[in-house]
């Protein structure tokens, strides 16, 4: 696997929420467009704590952009701040305790960062 992207996002000011950092990487595959399929993780730090939130091989970015382009991981981000209300109930059926108290609580603020930094998927 070869590194495509770190990115390191503060919603918050300094102090006052935890610090998210999420890593890109090229697994080597490709999807049937021949497109690459990434692998993400999405880590949160507050406290002197580090945890994984999200992770997983599996997202195929646009043909239309780059691997390590701005649009990709505005695209990612996307997927990954999904709250629920936003797509189906069953689309959270797998998560944590953990993910689903990201989505309650910082989920929204994550994605408008990523929206201020990066603009829409």
Do not use: I, W
């Not at 006052?16 to 730090?45: E, H, N, W």
């Amino acid at each position: 696997m070869n590194h495509v992207r770190t990115v390191r996002l503060t919603p918050y000011r300094k102090g006052l929420g935890p610090r998210f950092t999420l890593k890109v990487v090229d697994t080597g595959r490709t999807d049937a467009r021949g497109c690459s399929v990434l692998a993400y993780v999405l880590k949160q730090r507050e406290g002197g704590q580090t945890s994984v939130l999200l992770e997983g091989t599996d997202f195929r970015p646009s043909p239309l952009h780059a691997d390590d382009s701005n649009a990709t991981v505005a695209a990612l981000l996307g997927f990954l701040t999904l709250r629920p209300g936003d797509t189906d109930e069953e689309y959270f059926l797998g998560y944590t305790r953990t993910q689903l108290e990201f989505c309650a609580q910082h989920a929204e603020a994550l994605s408008a960062e990523s929206f201020s930094r990066f603009g829409e998927g």
